[in-house]
C-alpha cells in the first residue's frame, strides 16, 4: 500500500527569511499559518497525544516539556509534566512550563487558544490529525519544528513498509467484512471518515459502514443486521471492562453476535494514530485473519531499527 506524502514545510531560503540567514524554518499548519522560526524548537508543550509519541519516537522527547492527560506513550513520556486539556487548553497552564512552540488540535473548539497564543508571542502549530495522509504530513512537520528532519524521514518511511507489507500479505486472503463496535448505546461505529476506515483495509477486512462519509457514526441495530458483517470488532481499554454485545440488549439479532463471531482488540494501539500504526495493523489483521498469525510479525519502532 502506498501512502501519499504532501510536504508542508520548507527550510533554507525564502522570500520572507530574514536577510543573511539560511537556517530559517518555516511551516504550514492546517489553519493556512505559516509558523517561522530561526531554529529549531526546544522546549515544545504537545497538546495531541499523538504528536507527544511522535516526537519522543524522531527523539525528541527530551524537547517536549508539557504534554495532556492523555500523551502517555511511549512509558516516557510520562515523566513529562501533564498541563491539562487539549482542547480549550488554560493558557496560564501552558505558559507557565515556559514553551518555545505549542502543538494542538486545529479543530474549531481550539481557535481562540491559538488566538491567545498567538497575542502571547508564543509560535503555535495547530494540526488536523485523522487520517494516513495527516500522520505522515505532521511527522514531517514535527521533525521540522524540533529539528530532526532525517529522523521524521526514516518514520515516515517505515511506517509505509509496515503497511504496505501488511497489505500485500492480506489481500491473498479473502476480504472480511466487519462492523468494528467503537461505542454501544447507542451504537457507534467507523465511517470513510476515520483512519480506521482505512485500517480495516490494510488489515484485510471490509468495514460495513465505509459508505458513510462521517469518522463516527450513529447507527442502528436494524442497519448492522442489514449489513450483516462476518466479524464484530470490540475495541477494549487496557484495564477496562466492556460488556460483550452478546450481553447487549437486543444484540442477538445480529447473526455475528449470535453466532459468537465477535473478537476483542486492542484499543491502546488502534486509537492512536501515530508511529505504532504498523503494529496496529498487524494487530488488526491478526484479529480478521488469524490463519495469517504466524506470517505477521509486529514492530515497535525505534526498537526495530
Known amino acids: 500500500m502506498v501512502l501519499s506524502l504532501s ?51 524522531i527523539g525528541a522527547g527530551d524537547q517536549v516539556v508539557g504534554r495532556t492527560q492523555y500523551g502517555t506513550h511511549p512509558p ?36 481562540a487558544a491559538v488566538a491567545e497564543f498567538e497575542r502571547l508571542g508564543i509560535p503555535t502549530l495547530a494540526l488536523y490529525h485523522n487520517s494516513f495522509r495527516d500522520l505522515e504530513r ?56 476515520s483512519y480506521l476506515d482505512s485500517l480495516v483495509r490494510v488489515a484485510g477486512g471490509s468495514n460495513v459502514f465505509g459508505d458513510l462519509p462521517e469518522p463516527s457514526p450513529q447507527v442502528s441495530l436494524e442497519a448492522i443486521v442489514v449489513r450483516d458483517p462476518v466479524l464484530v470488532l470490540v475495541p477494549v481499554e487496557s484495564g477496562s471492562i466492556r460488556n460483550s454485545p452478546a450481553e447487549r440488549q437486543g444484540w442477538a439479532v445480529i447473526p455475528a453476535v449470535r453466532d459468537d463471531r465477535v ?33 505477521l510479525t509486529p514492530r515497535h519502532g525505534k526498537a526495530e531499527r
Open 7 to 57: 510536504l508542508a514545510v520548507a527550510s533554507g531560503p525564502t522570500a520572507s527569511s530574514p536577510v543573511g540567514r539560511s537556517d530559517t524554518i518555516q511551516i504550514v499548519d492546517d489553519l493556512g499559518r505559516t509558523l517561522t522560526l530561526s531554529a529549531p524548537a526546544t522546549r515544545i508543550v504537545s497538546l495531541i497525544p499523538a504528536a507527544t509519541e511522535i516526537l519522543f519516537e
Open 76 to 111: 516516557e513520556a510520562i515523566e513529562v509534566p501533564d498541563v491539562g486539556a487539549g482542547i480549550r487548553p488554560s493558557a496560564e497552564v501552558v505558559l507557565a512550563r515556559a514553551p518555545d512552540a505549542v502543538v494542538l488540535f486545529a479543530g474549531a473548539d481550539n481557535r
Open 138 to 193: 505532521n511527522i514531517e512537520r514535527l521533525g521540522a519544528l524540533s529539528g530532526h528532519p532525517a529522523e521524521a524521514a526514516e518514520t515516515v518511511a517505515r511506517i509505509r513498509t509496515e503497511l504496505a507489507d501488511v497489505a500485500a500479505l492480506t489481500r491473498e486472503a479473502t476480504r472480511i467484512s466487519v462492523y468494528y463496535d467503537l461505542w454501544a448505546n447507542p451504537p457507534i461505529t467507523i465511517g470513510a471518515g
Open 263 to 295: 473478537r476483542n482488540v486492542e484499543a491502546d494501539l488502534l486509537h492512536r494514530l501515530g508511529p505504532r500504526i504498523g503494529e496496529a495493523a498487524v494487530a488488526l489483521a491478526i484479529a480478521i485473519h488469524p490463519e495469517l498469525a504466524g506470517r
